[in-house]
């Protein structure tokens, strides 16, 4: 079955600290993987994608994530978080033109 | 940069009416989708359209639903009898489908209330 899951509901970290989001996926084929951000009232902006290539993908924002397929995850990272982060996490997976399947999100707060 | 523009961005409607959801994809894109995410719920996938015809749909997207592209520009999301359950946040989300590297752009969203 194909499935994305984001284990951390909610994550609280303190401004200037790093952060990382977990996200594995189970999926048939080749996956193609993305992390999407919303904000509160909000719609989804991409943060960045992975296709193939390097494993190691960065993003806007300066996150990046990292694809490792033995483990079937695909973490994002980000070396300094700044308040205006706080937001809600999406990790998704698709292939080429079909539908994303999402995870049920993380809700990253971030303390002054 | 191009967007997926979507209106109303909410929607108020009292349950048994029908409601038009309306998005305008990217312009040279060639595959729509429509999502929803009941409040506090993850995006779940709806419908995908491709060519002028539904690609894929989910067990979500019954005989209530349906999809259309009536012009060039426009990508329609119609319910036809709302319930309570339909209350959601609906996104369109279009893409190139040129090449393997394809990304989903999503709308801002309409929030759709159902009373």
């Known amino acids: 079955a194909q499935s994305v899951t984001q284990p951390d509901i909610h994550i609280t970290v303190s401004e200037g600290a790093s952060l990382e989001l977990r996200c594995n996926y189970s999926?048939?084929?080749?996956?193609?993987l993305f992390w999407y951000v919303q904000s509160p009232g909000q719609g989804l902006q991409l943060l960045l994608k992975?296709?193939?290539?390097?494993?190691l993908v960065q993003g806007i924002k300066g996150f990046e994530a990292e694809f490792k397929r033995s483990q079937s995850s695909f973490n994002l990272r980000k070396p300094s978080v700044h308040w205006s982060d706080a937001a809600e996490y999406f990790c998704?997976?698709?292939?080429?033109?079909?539908?994303?399947?999402f995870g049920t999100g993380t809700r990253l707060q971030v303390f002054p | 940069e191009p967007e997926v523009t979507q209106t109303p961005s909410h929607q108020v409607t009292q349950m048994g009416q029908e409601v038009i959801l309306r998005c305008v994809p990217i312009?040279?894109?060639?595959?729509f989708y429509w999502y929803r995410q009941i409040l506090g719920q993850k995006v779940e996938f709806l419908v995908s359209f491709y060519n002028n015809e539904i690609s894929e749909k989910s067990e979500i997207f019954d005989d209530q639903f349906s999809v259309e592209r009536p012009d060039g520009s426009n990508f329609t999301l119609k319910i036809r009898s709302t319930k309570l359950e339909d209350s959601a946040m609906y996104f369109c989300a279009s893409s190139g489908g040129t090449g393997l590297s394809d990304t989903q752009y999503f709308g801002p969203g309409t929030r759709l209330t159902v009373l």
């Open positions: 998704a997976v698709g292939a080429y033109t079909d539908k994303l399947i």
């Open positions: 992975y296709f193939s290539g390097d494993t």
């Open positions: 999926y048939g084929a080749t996956p193609y």
């Open positions: 312009s040279n894109h060639l595959y």
